[in-house]
């Protein structure tokens, strides 16, 4: 996959003046808090971006196979990587739009994968923002902040920080080559829980036999 177009946002950097009226403690505080920026311009109208980002036919045509969508304050931003899995294990199971103005910015809450535990358990916040470039193109740029430290955290900053550039390549792949096709992935998912489940009735086969 071709992450050339994904590009990591770059610091900005404040003026002495500005520094000095934060105070000592503010500066060493936004040092140490760490997030995670990517942008891409995809070949889309700002309503097509938009709309990719708030319905169930956006969201599963570059992020997910499935989706619960209602994008208002509080409104569900459900986001299911495995659509047959058991509640809370689907994915983004229980998020929810934090904020949205229309066509220039939304947020949600958001949390680890289920192989992650112990950070799961805790919320984090994606913001993403459109910016129009041409009448056929939109700069989305994403956000991801609000990460702990220590335990699992580090592990999940490392998750996402590999991950997101794969989703805006997916968003600007459905732009160029129309929606994600979903039957590959379920596939793999489907071959996946069929090998776990021989190797769990293995495994209690052998402790019955001893």
Known sequence: MNFRSIRPIGLTVLPVAALIGLGVGAVSAAAVERAIEREVVVPATLDQAW????????????????????????????????????????????????????????????????????????????????????????????HHTGWGTGGQWDSTYAYFDKAWPRVLESLRKRFETGPQDWAPWLAQLRAYKVKEAAAAASSAASAAAK
């Open 51 to 142: 709309a990719a980002w708030t319905t169930r036919e956006g969201v599963t045509s570059f992020f997910s196979p499935d989706a619960e969508i209602d994008a208002r304050v509080g409104g569900a931003f459900h986001i299911f990587m495995d659509p047959t899995a058991a509640p809370g294990e689907k994915g983004a199971d229980d998020m929810r739009y934090m904020a949205l103005q229309p066509k220039k910015m939304l947020s949600f809450d958001w949390n680890a994968p289920p192989s992650l535990p112990e950070a799961r358990a805790q919320r984090t916040f994606v913001i993403v923002r459109f910016e129009p470039v041409s009448d056929k193109e939109t700069r989305v740029t994403l």
